[in-house]
Each structure stands twice: as C-alpha cells, then as structure tokens.
C-alpha cells in the first residue's frame, strides 16, 4: 500500500502570512495532483505536476514536485481568508496497474483568519 | 448538467439496511471513479470503470460493496447489510480516459451516508 503523508494536518494563520503544505511518500508517482476541497463539496484540481524537480505557480500558489517524484509541496504567499479550505495532495501511479486511480494524502485544514 | 451529479445528497439509513447510491458523470467521460472520505480524512479510492466494465475494483472494502455502470454512464454504489462504519462521505469522479498522464478527475458534490 502507497502512502501519502500530508503535514501539518491543520494550519490557522493571519492573513498576510506565507505557509507550506508538504506531502511526502517512499513510493515514487507518475504525477501529483494538489486539490481544494471546500464543504459539502468535491475536491477541484488546482494543479498537476509530472515531472521530477517541476515547479509551478498559479498566482499566490506556488506547487513543487520534487526531482526523485516522491515528494510535493504547496506554498501560499501572503494568504487571504479565501484561501481557507481543505487542501489535498494526490499521486497517480497511471501507466503501471492503476490507471489513474488516486492515493490521497489526509488533507490540510487551512484558516486564515482576517 | 455541467458537472458530476450525485444523489441523493444525504442519506441516513439504519444499521443493516441496503442503500444505492448513484453518480451521473459528466458526458463523455468514459472513466468514473467511486472514493470515500471519512471525517478528517482525504478520499479513499474504492473502484474504476472503464466504459461499463469494472477496471479496478480492489478498493472494495468487503463483499457487502459493489458497484454497477450497465450502459457506461451512470453508476450506482451498492452497499448491502450496511454498518456504522460505512458512515462516510461518498465521492464520484469522471475523466476522459485513464491512461498514463494527467487526466484531470472531476468531482461530484458527494453523498453523506449516515448509519444509526
């Protein structure tokens, strides 16, 4: 069984402030998915990253994968209270056997609070 | 509709009761995927179809679980004998296809399944 270990499980900030969400496994995947999951809601991709080393950035969120692909982070600049959420990381092994079934880490709960 | 739909959206039932719960993906998408969250938790995978047939269903908690897609498009979640450990929320997602890459999954709203 593949695990994801998602760290810290809760997070509450002051608007203004950066943060990192990191997600860390000892299996390696094909690509990493990071997810916002809002109440009584599924969750919505933000990003993929597939290759080792790759950084993307998607205005105040910045998503790195790292070079071995066994590991991911999330870094928010100068959060806002609409950033409050669940964030979920995610790896695909797709191309072995499990054709883009999803290994969820447990989630981040992040408050910022105004 | 736009999205993946899922009904009902809350369901209470009692322990030992059989509930069915159903995902209209959105159309075209000839993968779905069924995922379950516990409180606190991310999603659990527990099965992949492929068209109407079920790819990968090694998700399945127990036998008391089982999932049908019979034209390829909706599906329904089948739990027989249900326990208050099945209290959980119940994701569905669809994609386009399932083949290695990033194929994005988009999630339905989810039903609540309550066991007294």
């Known amino acids: 069984t593949q695990l994801l270990e998602q760290s810290p499980q809760f997070l509450s900030i002051q608007e203004g402030e950066n943060l990192t969400v990191y997600c860390n496994s000892s299996?390696?995947?094909?690509?990493l998915q990071w997810y916002r999951q809002e109440p009584g809601e599924g969750p919505v991709l933000l990003v993929t990253v597939v290759t080792g080393g790759e950084v993307k950035k998607l205005k105040r969120l910045t998503f790195q994968f790292g070079d071995a692909r066994k590991d991911s982070s999330l870094h928010i600049t100068a959060a806002q209270p609409g950033d409050t959420g669940l964030y979920l990381c995610a790896g695909d092994r797709a191309g072995g056997t499990s054709y883009g079934k999803l290994t969820f880490g447990q989630g981040t709960i992040l408050t910022v609070h105004p | 509709g736009a999205g993946v739909s899922q009904t009902p959206s809350n369901k209470v039932t009692e322990k030992g009761k059989y509930v069915e719960l159903r995902c209209d993906p959105i159309s075209g998408h000839t993968a779905l995927y069924w995922y379950r969250q516990s409180l606190g938790q991310g999603p659990e995978f527990l099965i992949y179809f492929q068209g109407t047939g079920a790819a990968d269903d090694s998700g399945l908690p127990n036998d008391r679980f089982f999932a049908v897609r019979p034209e390829g498009s909706v599906s329904t979640l089948k739990i027989q004998r249900t326990e208050r450990g099945d209290s959980a929320v119940y994701l569905c997602?669809?994609?386009?296809?399932?083949?290695?890459?990033?194929?994005?999954?988009?999630f339905g709203p989810g039903t609540r399944l309550t066991v007294l």
């Open positions: 997602a669809s994609s386009l296809i399932s083949l290695a890459g990033d194929n994005e999954q988009f």
């Open positions: 299996s390696v995947f094909s690509s």
